[in-house]
């Protein structure tokens, strides 16, 4: 069976293959070392959602650059369970908000 990640059309699992650094932040995301470590900063090194705090480790980090994928807009770092959370429901704003009606309906 062929290796998932180098399926056509599937970009690799960033956690197996970090970016690699300043330079594929520019390229992918357009923002540069300088915008990056601002963010990191704002933030207070965690995730803008539930605030856990980012770890780093040579090339790898727990910090996921979160952005809109119709316009590309860089909109804040968030951690990866977050940042997936955020995608699993296509970011609808109404698919969120019955998600915290529901839980605090039934705890």
Not at 11 to 23: E, H, I, M, V, W
Not at 46 to 71: K, L, P, S, V, Y
Not at 74 to 102: D, H, K, P, Q, W
Request: proline residues 6%; glycine residues 10%.
């Amino acid at each position: 069976m062929p290796d998932p990640r180098a399926l056509p059309g599937r970009r690799p699992d960033r956690t197996l293959f970090p970016l690699a650094g300043d330079s594929v932040r520019k390229c992918v995301y357009g923002i540069g070392p300088e915008a990056y470590d601002a963010m990191l900063t704002s933030q207070g090194n965690c995730c803008a959602i539930c605030r856990q705090e980012f770890r780093h480790t040579g090339t790898r980090t727990t910090a996921n650059i979160d952005h809109n994928h119709d316009t590309g807009k860089v909109r804040a770092l968030l951690c990866e369970n977050c940042n997936r959370a955020f995608g699993l429901v296509g970011e609808n704003v109404e698919t969120l908000a019955a998600m915290i009606a529901y839980k605090l309906e039934h705890g």
